[in-house]
T-cell receptor
Framework: DARVTQTPRHKVTEMGQEVTMRCQPI?????VFWYRQTMMQGLELLAY????????DSGMPKDRFSAEMPDATLATLKIQPSEPRDSAVYFC?????????FGPGTRLTVT | ELKVEQNPLFLSMQEGKNYTIYCNYS?????LYWYRQDPGKSLESLFV?????AVKQEGRLMASLDTKARLSTLHITAAVHDLSATYFC????????????FGKGTHLIIQP
């Protein structure tokens, strides 16, 4: 049963700390996305990769967020330094052809 | 900029009734997705609609796409409590932009 996995599932951290979220896409999927979900803004696209190359990160605050895909089985999203307004659920998704599947999400709370 | 509007945003209905959720979008697209989200959970893919006139059905849910009207509908037939969830439509804008633009979601409560 192929699925997208994400770690950690929950993260509580203090303002100013670095946060790293990890995603393992479905094997064979060549497009990987990071989304953020909040009550106020809903679901927003942060960044995505195709064949590991970053194609669009216009949805991310550039000064504190960075996204990388060091290999085909791992995508990372890093926030440094974190702020309370970054509190949200961060979803990774991967797409093979048309279907786009979401991981379970990382629920981030920044105090 | 692509905008996606869903309505209604909240819907409370009784079991056994039929209802339709509407999804309008602002620019040309020939690919539209429907997802379900339960509280505290991830998004579950329901349907991908790939062309004008596409219709897909799964159980009590049926989705359709009219690309000329820039409208998709999600129809619920004889609703049951297990269908209570938030339903999102999402539009693929294409043209090299691979990400999806989501509507705000329809929070559906089905009462016995």
């Amino acid at each position: 049963d192929a699925r997208v996995t994400q770690t950690p599932r929950h993260k509580v951290t203090e303002m100013g700390q670095e946060v790293t979220m990890r995603c393992q896409p479905i094997l064979g999927h060549n497009t990987v996305f990071w989304y953020r979900q909040t009550m106020m803004q809903g679901l927003e696209l942060l960044a995505y990769f195709r064949n590991r190359a970053p194609l669009d990160d216009s949805g991310m605050p550039k000064d504190r967020f960075s996204a990388e895909m060091p290999d085909a089985t791992l995508a990372t999203l890093k926030i440094q330094p974190s702020e309370p307004r970054d509190s949200a659920v961060y979803f990774c998704a991967s797409r093979g052809y048309y279907e786009q599947y979401f991981g379970p999400g990382t629920r981030l709370t920044v105090t | 900029e692509l905008k996606v509007e869903q309505n209604p945003l909240f819907l409370s209905m009784q079991e056994g009734k039929n209802y339709t959720i509407y999804c309008n979008y602002s620019t040309t697209s020939d690919r539209l997705y429907w997802y379900r989200q339960d509280p505290g959970k991830s998004l579950e893919s329901l349907f991908v609609l790939l062309s004008n006139g596409a219709v897909k059905q799964e159980g009590r849910l049926m989705a359709s796409l009219d690309t000329k009207a820039r409208l998709s509908t999600l129809h619920i037939t004889a609703a049951v409590h297990d269908l209570s969830a938030t339903y999102f439509c999402a539009v693929y804008s294409g043209g090299g932009a691979d990400g999806l633009t989501f509507g705000k979601g329809t929070h559906l409560i089905i009462q016995p």
